[in-house]
Structures are given as structure tokens and as C-alpha cells.
């Protein structure tokens, strides 16, 4: 098993450095490096890799933003002088963070990790675990909580935070309602209120301006309901 990996720094010694760690690795190959985060996205664009080297500052387009560009993002370890952003990088599901000036042994730990991790994916008797999509948010300030999109029941704005009650369980999330929805899949969740957004799967009844799931009424605001009702509607159909 050979993972494709592509170095993205704008520091010429750093970018030397992981080139001379990839080699050492025969698991490895480095199909490429930039010096800017633009012409990594351009890159990515027409060719496929599996890992990405990442620093977190750069010019024009930093790291993180970078991640948030692309729609299917290939494994991913950060490499920056920083250590404030570790918690950051880990809500955007990077796999490793590793701190410069970057010893050859921590590389390698972060890169085993990788390999293995793939491995376990590539196995047939876990290919089912492809079709679960999962969520992180932070609970408890400092905690990220996975979360089986699945398993959403409804999601309640309480100001300047949400709570995200699923089959298993209830969380309290610093987030708004609005920013959390737009991270949800839109075939799967539908605001019905300022105050909710519901799991169009979990509806049991659709009755006047409001839905029955798990046996509570939930009011459908009234800016929301032709739409909201159209597609639950027209999802029981599909």
C-alpha cells in the first residue's frame, strides 16, 4: 500500500524537511509540493491524492481555509510552528498535528497512525463503516463529540447555542442554529422554525403548522411551512 502525499508550506527549509522524511518512508510518495495553498487547490482539482502536509499560515489562503475549500478532503496532517491551534484543527477532522521543528520520530508516529488507519479502512469487513457519516462538535469546552448524522433527531436553538437531542443521547453545543443547519445535508435536514431543525427521516406525523416525532409536537413557523411540508411530503414519495 503506497499513499500519495503532497507537501503545502511556504517555507522553502520546512518543504525540505518533509521531503527528506517522505523518502525515508517506502509506504510514501511524494507526488508534489507548493508553496501556496492557491495552486494546491488548483492541483487537487484534476488529480487525486491521499495526504496532505499542511501549514496553517500562508499567504492568500491559509490552511484552514484551505480544508473548508474542498469538498472531499483528502486525509490531512498539520505541520505548523503553532501549537494554539490544535483544538481548531481537529474540528476540521485533521488526523494528526504536528508541531515544527518537526523530530523524524514524530513523523513517523503520525504517519504509522495513517497507514494503519488505512488499512483497517481498506479491510472488506469494514467497508460498512463508509456509509455512516459522523459530525464533531465541542461539548464541554474542550471535548468533540462525535456525532452519527443518523442518529439527529431534532436540533433546538437556545440563543447562542444549540441542543442536539439524537436516539442516544443530548448535547449542548456553542453554536447557532443557522451555522449548524448549513453543516447538515439538505436532502436529510430542514429548519421548520427559528428555533428548530429536524431530521426529515424521524417524522412521524405532519398535522396543521407542526410535525409528531418521538411523540413531541414541534411547531412549524410560518415562513417555513410550504416548503417544509413539500419536502417531507415529497421524501416519503422518494
Excluded: W
Excluded at 527549509?13 to 518533509?18: D, G, T
Amino acid at each position: 500500500m503506497e499513499l500519495k502525499a503532497i507537501i503545502v508550506d511556504d517555507e522553502p527549509l520546512a518543504i525540505n524537511v518533509l521531503k527528506n522524511y517522505v523518502e525515508q518512508v517506502k509506504e510514501l510518495q511524494l507526488v508534489h509540493t507548493f508553496s501556496n495553498a492557491v495552486d494546491a487547490s488548483t492541483y487537487l482539482q484534476s488529480h487525486e491524492v491521499d495526504l496532505i502536509f499542511l501549514d496553517i499560515h500562508m499567504p492568500i489562503l491559509d490552511g484552514f481555509d484551505f480544508i473548508r475549500t474542498l469538498h472531499e478532503a483528502p486525509m490531512v496532517i498539520i505541520t505548523t510552528a503553532h501549537e494554539e491551534f490544535a483544538l481548531e484543527s481537529f474540528e476540521l477532522e485533521v488526523l494528526d498535528y504536528l508541531i515544527k521543528p518537526i523530530p523524524f520520530p514524530r513523523f513517523l508516529k503520525a504517519v504509522n497512525r495513517i497507514l494503519k488507519l488505512k488499512q483497517i479502512n481498506s479491510s472488506p469487513e469494514n467497508n460498512s463503516h463508509n456509509d455512516h457519516p459522523s459530525i464533531f462538535v465541542k461539548v464541554d469546552k474542550k471535548k468533540l463529540q462525535k456525532i452519527y448524522l443518523d442518529e439527529i433527531v431534532v436540533v433546538e436553538s437556545l440563543k447562542d447555542y444549540i441542543r442536539i437531542k439524537t436516539t442516544t443521547g443530548k448535547y449542548i453545543v456553542h453554536k447557532t442554529l443557522s451555522s449548524f443547519t448549513d453543516e447538515l445535508p439538505s436532502d436529510q435536514f430542514i429548519r421548520i422554525h427559528r428555533s428548530f431543525t429536524i431530521c426529515i427521516d424521524k417524522v412521524q406525523v405532519v398535522e396543521g403548522n407542526s410535525v409528531e416525532i418521538d411523540n413531541t409536537r414541534y411547531t412549524i413557523g410560518r415562513s417555513y411551512i410550504n416548503e417544509v411540508k413539500a419536502k417531507i411530503l415529497n421524501n416519503s414519495i422518494n
